[in-house]
């Protein structure tokens, strides 16, 4: 499949789902299975601990993301 920082979701050849989660710095996201149905949600619906969230504003203000 090779490297991505990009979040997505793709079906693949034969009905298979793959789900990259993405970067865990610059747009958290996580896979939530959920009655056998795979999702992607992401990190900053759920409440972050507040040094990771300060971390994550911080490196948007830089244009880190």
């Given at each position: 499949?090779?490297?991505?920082?990009l979040?997505?979701?793709?079906?693949l050849?034969?009905?298979?789902?793959?789900i990259n989660t993405g970067s865990w710095?610059?747009?958290?996201?996580?896979a939530e299975i959920?009655?056998?149905?795979v999702s992607l949600k992401?990190?900053?619906?759920l409440e972050l601990h507040p040094r990771s969230?300060?971390?994550?504003?911080s490196m948007?203000?830089?244009g880190l993301n």
């Open positions: 499949f090779g490297h991505t920082h979040e997505g979701e793709t079906r050849k034969g009905g298979a789902k793959y710095l610059f747009e958290p996201h996580y959920d009655h056998g149905k992401r990190v900053c619906d969230a300060s971390l994550i504003h948007r203000e830089q």
